[in-house]
């Protein structure tokens, strides 16, 4: 079960992440006007994929993203319940790709952050419907708040498996400390540099 006790380092973290989402949507106003025009020109269908996510505590929010795919794309999964993710996905449009490959999808989530819905860092979210395929012990996930960028990310993105990613959730939530944030912060950095770990390997596919 996850508790609700809220401590300094919440609380630090709150007007961390609200100080720096604040001054990531004035920085990248101008570049999200852009790739908006960019997503409303390429396909038909709404700029913004809203999706519905299990935040901290297990409380549903409305995760966003420019939209990557073609309106209307069916949900595809792997067996293991993460997201198919191919280099290949005939789902995913010639903006959309770049937009995975450059993490600039993720942008709109400035705006979560704000609302209090997730942090910079943090284990991601998962689909509501996904927590039927958790183990016991990853519901310890839900005590942090799900993030932009996390441990498990910085471990291999779609390059591990959905397991491991949820091991990684958990040792997060068990050492979790702004040294580690700033850490995994800036391993992200590099990670979006290298565009590593963008696609889920062909043969988990």
Not at 25 to 42: G, N, Y
Request: aromatic letters at 12%.
């Amino acid at each position: 079960m996850a508790s609700h006790r809220v401590t300094f380092y919440d609380i630090s973290k709150r007007i961390f992440d609200c100080i720096f989402a604040l001054v990531g949507i004035v920085i990248f106003a101008i570049p999200m006007l852009v790739v908006a025009l960019a997503v409303k020109l390429s396909s038909p269908g709404p700029v913004l994929y809203r999706a519905k996510r299990n935040g901290r505590f297990q409380v549903p929010f409305t995760q966003l993203k420019f939209r990557t795919m073609i309106w209307n794309a069916p949900d595809l999964r792997n067996p293991d319940g993460s997201t198919l993710s191919t280099k290949d996905d005939p789902r995913v449009t010639k903006v959309g790709r770049l937009l995975r490959q450059l993490s600039l999808d993720e942008l709109p989530q400035f705006f979560n952050v704000l609302r209090g819905d997730m942090s910079f860092v943090g284990p991601r979210p998962d689909p509501l419907n996904v927590v039927d395929l958790y183990r016991p012990q990853d519901l310890k996930r839900f005590d942090a708040m799900p993030g932009i960028t996390g441990w498990a990310i910085v471990h291999g993105r779609n390059d591990i498996p959905w397991e491991k990613r949820r091991d990684y959730d958990i040792e997060y939530v068990e050492i979790r400390s702004f040294g580690l944030d700033l850490k995994i912060i800036f391993m992200t950095l590099g990670m979006v540099f290298k565009r590593s770990g963008v696609y889920t390997p062909s043969e988990r596919a």
